[in-house]
């Protein structure tokens, strides 16, 4: 059992967090804490301009909003916001905040992320501690 699980959550239609959420349950220890993390990719500074301010306030607010909502499923649940590279922002974030185990959905790989990489490949080639991947 983990003491300090991070879930990396996304929001797109692939991306189902119900699986990855309830393979936290069953590994955090009594007492232990959960972390539920999104990370919002930044935007190009060229399309900046063709983003109305309040929508990306209104979309960070929905979003808070979600993942509230799935942290208090968890007895030390907590939800965080952040901003980056997927991969690397989760890396980051799991080794300053002590993370002993990250759970993270993936999706079948397609021919792009053949290419490119996936988010939870990334995570799981470089992370420093336990990785559990959820399909």
Same mark, same amino acid.
């Given at each position: 059992?983990?003491?300090? +699980?991070?879930?990396?959550?996304?929001?797109?239609?692939?991306?189902?967090?119900?699986?990855?959420? @309830?393979?936290? #349950?069953?590994?955090v220890a009594? !007492?232990?804490?959960?972390?539920?993390?999104?990370?919002?990719?930044?935007?190009?500074?060229?399309?900046?301009?063709? +983003?109305?301010?309040?929508?990306?306030?209104?979309? #960070? @607010?929905? +979003?808070?909003?979600?993942?509230?909502?799935?942290?208090? !499923?968890?007895?030390?649940?907590? /939800?965080?916001?952040?901003?980056?590279?997927?991969? #690397?922002?989760?890396?980051?974030?799991?080794?300053?905040? !002590?993370?002993?185990?990250?759970? +993270?959905?993936?999706?079948?790989?397609?021919?792009?992320?053949?290419?490119?990489?996936?988010?939870?490949?990334?995570?799981? !080639?470089? /992370?420093?501690?336990?990785?559990?991947?959820? #399909?």
């Amino acid at each position: 059992m983990y003491r300090n +699980i991070l879930v990396p959550v996304a929001f797109d239609r692939e991306h189902k967090p119900e699986a990855a959420l @309830q393979v936290a #349950r069953v590994l955090v220890a009594p !007492g232990g804490r959960v972390t539920i993390l999104h990370v919002m990719e930044e935007a190009p500074p060229y399309a900046l301009s063709f +983003i109305p301010e309040d929508y990306l306030f209104d979309l #960070r @607010q929905a +979003i808070r909003a979600e993942l509230d909502e799935m942290a208090a !499923g968890f007895e030390n649940g907590s /939800a965080v916001l952040v901003e980056g590279h997927s991969g #690397r922002t989760i890396l980051h974030w799991a080794e300053s905040e !002590g993370v002993d185990c990250i759970v +993270i959905a993936s999706r079948r790989p397609g021919i792009e992320e053949r290419v490119m990489g996936s988010t939870a490949s990334w995570v799981v !080639g470089r /992370a420093d501690c336990a990785v559990h991947v959820v #399909r």
